[in-house]
């Protein structure tokens, strides 16, 4: 078993000046339907405790994810989630529909507290990157959107605004403007962001339960969107849905079996089931 998250990270930043710190990690990536979602969760180090039983949300079961999301509320200085949906990621692409959602989850977080610093999982700062999408897409679709809020390691970028400033304002969301520490494992090793990853994945995979219930023939309950050999023997025989990602190259995406070896891509660690297994298009 992979050894506990801590706040070893997040702390090292306070060396920097930083003391509210917003750790940061998406779900979703890699799938064929529903939206990517990205959580948030600041924390105060110099006053927060760790919180026992949080990892990476692909290393815990769904049961233990959902009992977690509770106590990492009430643990957390802020958190928040955003989405952005398949139609969107179809519009403008990936990179910027997760920079979206990161932007949605970080809104959230400014009913409560403004973070001095984000911790972002992997090597590249998609955060804080520029968006080329048009200035007038909406970005309060109510498919797309979901964020709540409540109560030098690394690599850095602070952003200064810039056009990304001007569309917020436009648009009535606000822009990331906090400097963006990336992280390799970023999700297994620092507290805050595996409490994110937690957040996000929980209310990913409602939505697409839910959706579930409108698309019954592709088992979304099951496989969250994932290329699963039910979902692609679905996609088969009735095509995409309207939450599909039409973009994508649906129905070539590679399959994995259900071998119990590591999934694939983004998602990387974890051992699932075939109807819950994430690989990358």
């Known amino acids: 078993m992979s050894k506990s998250p801590t706040l070893r990270y997040e702390r090292s930043l306070k060396s920097s000046g930083h003391r509210l710190i917003a750790g940061c990690d998406e779900v ?54 955003g989405h952005a949906g398949p139609q969107e990621i179809d519009d403008v692409g990936l990179m910027v529909a997760l920079r979206r959602a990161g932007n949605r989850a970080w809104s959230a977080l400014q009913l409560h507290a403004r973070p001095d610093a984000v911790v972002l999982d ?19 679709d109510p498919v797309s959107v979901g964020a709540r809020a409540e109560g030098s390691p690394g690599e850095v970028n602070p952003s200064h605004g810039g056009d990304n400033s001007a569309e917020a304002a436009m648009l009535d969301i606000a822009h990331c403007t906090a400097p963006v520490y990336t992280k390799i494992k970023a999700d297994l090793q ?4 595996a409490a994110a990853s937690v957040l996000a994945k929980v209310e990913r995979d ?72 994430a690989v990358e298009p």
């Open 28 to 81: 979703g990536r890699g799938a064929l339907a529903g939206p990517v979602s990205v959580g948030m969760v600041v924390v105060d180090v110099t006053a927060v405790r760790a919180l026992k039983g949080v990892r990476d949300s692909k290393l815990l079961t769904a049961a233990d994810r959902e009992a977690l999301v509770p106590k990492i509320r009430r643990w957390a200085f802020s958190y928040g989630v």
């Open 122 to 140: 992997g090597n590249h700062d998609w955060l804080s990157a520029k968006d080329q999408g048009s200035l007038f897409e909406s970005l309060t």
């Open 190 to 193: 620092c507290l805050s962001v």
């Open 206 to 277: 409602a939505q697409m339960t839910e959706l579930a219930h409108t698309y019954p023939e592709y088992g979304w309950e099951m496989n969250k969107g994932y290329a699963t050999p039910t979902h692609r023997k679905a996609l088969n025989e009735h095509g995409p849905a309207f939450m599909h990602r039409r973009s994508w190259n649906l129905m070539s995406a590679p399959l994995v079996e259900n071998s119990g070896d590591e999934i694939l891509g983004d998602e990387a660690p974890q051992v699932l089931s075939s109807d819950e297994v």
